[in-house]
């Protein structure tokens, strides 16, 4: 942000500006028709959301398709003609989400106060990405923000519909785990224990699987306040790991090379990728610019560094395609697009090609992901039944024979 005082048709003026550097803030205002006479670089400060009670308040966290409707609407209202106040005041009444609607109100208090929309958003990190800042800050400075609205309502609804179509082949997986551990605890606290009584009233030496199970469910019964304390041990390093600068980028790596889902995450993420890499360049932002906000907006670091070397290839002055290749992330096919949109200055194009290859990919792993997993949960059930067959039916067999022998 730039405090400038300046000169225009109507005498002088003055106002805050927002731009990446002093350059290119005084050529915006040299075509708003203003000559500045002065520009200072002001602090931007970031919202504070500590406390108890703010804490609390952000439990009820913004949603994808919050930010969608909201978009949809803003895209309306701005077609519309209705002036920005006006159209942020009347959402402010209209948003269902609490936290959307108290933050909209603050919008439109900075918006009253002569704040741009794009600087008031940057004070709310945890709601608009700079992805959404960055393209709201570009319609504002070209006069068509209904056009950054309706680009961001529909990058977002892409986005949401491959959240949703990734939690849906996924859901089947996690229930059959899930039931798989809550058998486990079952058997192995209130099942077995009834079978150790009956064998312990006879004289007879157990199958090694026998003893196994009952010696695992022992340490259930006995110490499993250690079982729970280890759990939540691991729960609490994983979640401080992940959070960490190393374990980000390390967790990052891990997800692409994961067996099985490992190369429908790579898939997610080039999508994503080129999808926004697309809408900021058709916005108008420059190469090195829509990379440095892409590689916040891909959600992976290790993804994230990958594209930060490409920026800095391309401020190098090396070609999109020469980067891309050194990257090493991108299929032949996508490789090429990036040539030709070099050649042909098409780049914003070809990226959403790539954009749809990668999500048609995505939808085809995901419709075989269960047919690939399946196996893997029956051969679990499977383990499962022969392990509790041979520990638990094969004694009792026994001791009924050996009780047919005594008869």
């Not at 199958?207 to 006995?222: C, G």
């Not at 916040?296 to 290790?302: G, I, L, S, W």
Request: hydrophobic share 50%; charged share 15%.
């Amino acid at each position: 942000m730039f405090s400038y005082r300046g000169y225009s048709a109507a005498g002088e003026t003055s106002g805050t500006i927002e731009a990446p550097d002093r350059q290119t803030a005084a050529q915006t205002l040299s075509t708003r028709g203003i000559m500045p006479v002065s520009l200072t670089e002001e602090e931007v400060k970031e919202k504070s959301t500590g406390g108890f009670m703010s804490n609390l308040h952000f439990m009820h966290h913004v949603k994808i398709e919050d930010l969608v409707m909201f978009c949809r609407q803003m895209y309306s209202l701005t077609k519309a003609g209705i002036p920005l106040l006006r159209a942020i005041g009347g959402l402010a009444t209209t948003i269902t989400n609490p936290v959307l609607r108290d933050e909209l109100r603050q919008i439109g208090r900075d918006l009253a106060g002569g704040m741009p929309m794009a600087y008031s958003l940057r004070k709310r990190p945890d709601i608009f990405s700079p992805l959404f800042i960055a393209l709201i800050n570009v319609g504002e400075n070209t006069g068509e923000l209904e056009g950054s609205f309706k680009q961001i309502a529909e990058y977002l609804t892409l986005d949401m519909e491959t959240r949703k179509r990734v939690k849906a082949a996924i859901r089947y997986p996690m229930i059959v785990i899930i039931f798989l551990a809550i058998a486990m605890v079952v058997l192995n606290i209130w099942v077995i224990p009834v079978f150790a009584n009956l064998f312990s009233k006879f004289d007879a030496e157990l199958p090694i699987y026998t003893r196994i199970l009952l010696a695992v469910s022992h340490f259930f019964r006995t110490y499993w306040y250690i079982m729970l304390l280890s759990v939540i041990g691991v729960v609490w390093f994983w979640v401080k790991w992940t959070h960490s600068k190393s374990g980000r980028y390390t967790w990052g790596k891990w997800q692409m090379h994961l067996p099985i889902i490992g190369p429908i995450v790579t898939q997610s993420l080039l999508a994503r990728f080129c999808r926004s890499f697309a809408v900021m360049i058709a916005s108008g932002i420059t190469l090195n610019q829509a990379l440095a906000l892409v590689a916040e907006a891909v959600d992976n670091d290790f993804l994230a560094e990958k594209i930060v070397k490409m920026k800095t290839g391309i401020e190098g002055g090396q070609a999109l395609a020469h980067v891309a290749a050194d990257a090493n992330i991108f299929s032949p096919l996508v490789m090429q697009m990036f040539a030709v949109g070099d050649e042909t200055g098409q780049v914003d194009t070809l990226l959403l090609e790539a954009a749809g290859y990668y999500e048609g990919e995505v939808d085809y792993a995901l419709k075989n992901l269960t047919a690939k997993i399946e196996p893997i949960l029956l051969v679990c059930v499977a383990a499962m039944v022969l392990v509790l067959a041979l520990g638990i039916f094969t004694p009792m067999w026994n001791m009924y024979s050996v009780m047919q022998g005594q008869k």
